[in-house]
């Protein structure tokens, strides 16, 4: 499965390894939905690294679409509840 | 309700299949794809242009800043050696605050760093994934049947759509970024040019320098000569300046005149 994270671009990850970062995408949600900042960037950090530590990345002129999308290591929170709304800060 | 990453990779998507549904003729989608694209790129090198020159303009200001912290030193230092320990304490708050200054610029300067890093690097994938999309684009157009058309293209076309707002995305933040840099570069300029910092031609004198030069008789070898006459006689300089010398009082002394013994 390839994972894009927003601004360093994409990596292939092998599907057993989703139930570790499923767990933690589901939390990281669950700081976006409560608002918790702290709690969001924690989380973030922790999934950035799962995916980096166990992705393959795929070379630059590769033209894959991603299934998963992670963002930038430095949004906010506020970013990403903007770009979770369907009309938010993706261009296109 | 699925996580944030399936979400991010749906709303991603959706936008791609939007644009693609919206073409009569899959292969007028690619060529218009590939201008956007070449208009993209051209604003992502734009943005890193920005971005470096901001980076300049603070680096300027940083070297600026530092010079009249040290000047406030400098000040403090003569200050004291005159004993007027009110005008250094004066030149070391407000190197203080200078200080202050320079630290938050300097955060700031490491920061635009850090974007133009990476959109450098984001030019480059860019670049690289544009070259890409313009073979297959001909392979495509040069092979077209209609059966194919829509599974090629719509891997490519989504492939590159992402990339497109990614980089999109990295573009318009860091111009967010480079813009609050610059209303604030602005206001430091007009600090400088309004005297409340000295101004970078060093001809403006501040309040300090001035009572300094006027209690060392506005020449700075006055000062440098008592401190050596402090050095020699191993007092301080206050005391060579008002005309002591260790453990003597001050008594009035005939100057030294040159005296020949007569024969």
Do not use: C, W
């Not at chain 1, 700081?31 to 530590?53: K, S």
């Not at chain 2, 990779?9 to 956007?36: C, H, M, V, W």
């Not at chain 2, 001035?210 to 402090?230: N, T």
């Amino acid at each position: 499965m390839i994972v894009r994270i927003m601004g360093e671009g994409q990596v292939e990850l092998d599907n057993a390894r989703f139930t570790e970062l499923n767990t933690l995408d589901d939390q990281l949600l669950a700081a976006i939905q409560a608002g918790d900042e702290e709690g969001f960037r924690r989380t973030l950090d922790a999934l950035l690294d799962a995916v980096r530590r166990l992705g393959e990345p795929l070379p630059d002129d590769s033209l894959e679409p991603s299934e998963l999308i992670l963002p930038s290591p430095d949004a906010t929170l506020e970013e990403v509840r903007a770009m979770l709304r369907d009309d938010g800060l993706i261009p296109g | 309700m699925s996580g944030v990453m399936k979400r991010m990779g749906l709303i991603f998507r959706a936008k791609a299949n939007k644009a693609l549904d919206r073409a009569e003729d899959p292969r007028e989608t690619l060529d218009y794809s590939y201008q956007k694209q070449l208009e993209l790129l051209q604003k992502v090198r734009r943005g890193v242009a920005d971005v470096a020159t901001s980076r300049k303009r603070l680096e300027l200001q940083l070297t600026e800043l530092q010079r009249k912290s040290t000047t406030y030193e400098d000040q403090g230092r003569k200050a004291l050696a005159l004993g007027r320990e009110d005008l250094a304490r004066e030149a070391l708050s407000r190197r203080a605050a200078l200080q202050q200054q320079v630290s938050d610029l300097e955060v700031q300067h490491t920061q635009l760093q850090g974007e133009e890093e990476k959109l450098t690097v984001a030019s480059q994938r860019l670049q690289a994934k544009v070259d890409a999309f313009r073979t297959k684009k001909e392979t495509i157009k040069a092979t077209y049947t209609a059966a194919q058309a829509q599974t090629q293209i719509g891997e490519a076309f989504s492939g590159i759509s992402e990339e497109m707002g990614d980089v999109g995305l990295a573009v318009q933040r860091a111009e967010d970024k480079t813009e609050q840099l610059r209303a604030r570069a602005g206001a430091l300029d007009e600090l400088l040019a309004s005297g409340a910092l000295d101004d970078p031609s060093g001809l403006a004198k501040d309040d300090i320098q001035a009572e300094l030069d006027r209690l060392s008789g506005g020449s700075d070898v006055e000062l440098e000569l008592q401190k050596m006459k402090a050095e020699l006689a191993g007092g301080s300089p206050q005391q060579a300046i008002e005309g002591g010398k260790p453990g003597q009082t001050s008594q009035s002394q005939p100057q030294d005149t040159p005296r020949f013994d007569k024969q």
